[in-house]
């Protein structure tokens, strides 16, 4: 069954209802993730058809560009639909030469929560993502305890985790409520893989969240890229007349009720094509093709 809602933080006081798909707003910036969009005007039209579309979840970062997502959604959405919901994450910031770098201090963390509170005109950020962290075990429930801190002052409204291993997952959940993992996932990738930069991705952590009714947000959801099962998804697509990237999204929608897709486009055609993925329906023999 492919529900079309998700509930994030269902066992809460504030539980959060939004829409599958989701999107996720990293490919509006720059080359390499970095600076502003080649067509601003082009990225603002895209998120405002999103919300057109009933898409009514964004994942974004203050690290994205950086500062260039959240500033587009504040451009194009604010003041937000009551029903919106801005997902961010923290932990992580770009250098000048466009590197990634580790920025999870508890100082860092408080900075970063402070940038996306300004950047996006909110006083609560309604979901945040603690991000992840090349530091030890120790450190990171120091940097954890950091969001907790801020989530009991206001800032924050539902905490998740991001780029996790299952150990990380067990640390937060035995020190506070956790309401969404975000992790790579994709239908060509969904297994450990030590060869992969991330390392920590798969169906391990997404059993971890169905077990305590957790939503689970698989980045780069389209990675199409691995042999394993491709020319399925291509074949599969074919015969029901839809895209290889519909048939992605709709794969993830029937793999799990908790899993949350944000696939990202700068293309309104697209965007729409994403959207209408959750109107896809697939078989018990469709899905046992797939595997």
Known sequence: MN????????????PLTVNRPGYGTMRLTGDDFYGEPHDRNGAIAVL??????????????????????NRLLAEALYPYPADLVIATKVGSK???DKSWQPYDRPE???????????????EQLPLVHYGKSERSPADYEEG??????????????????????AAKFNLAVSMGKIATVENLYSYAQRVTDPQSPYGFQ?????????????????????QTSLPSGQNKIEEAA?????????LNIAWLLHRSAFILPIPGTTSIRHLEENVKASDISLSEEELTFLG
């Open 3 to 14: 529900s079309k809602t998700i509930i994030i933080g269902a066992d809460t006081a504030n």
């Open 144 to 165: 954890f305890a950091t969001m907790l801190e801020m989530q009991k002052e206001g800032k924050i409204l539902h905490l998740g985790l991001s780029n996790a291993s």
């Open 94 to 96: 770009r250098g000048t």
């Open 202 to 222: 798969g169906g391990e952590v997404l059993q971890l969240c169905e077990e305590r009714q957790i939503v689970f947000i698989p980045f780069f959801s389209l």
């Open 108 to 122: 860092d963390l408080r900075k970063s929560v402070e940038n996306n509170l300004k950047e996006l005109k909110l």
């Open 238 to 246: 074919r015969a029901k007349g839809v895209s290889p990237a519909q």
């Open 48 to 69: 405002r058809k999103a919300v057109e579309l009933g898409v009514n979840f964004f994942d974004t970062a203050d690290f994205y560009g950086p500062g260039v997502t």
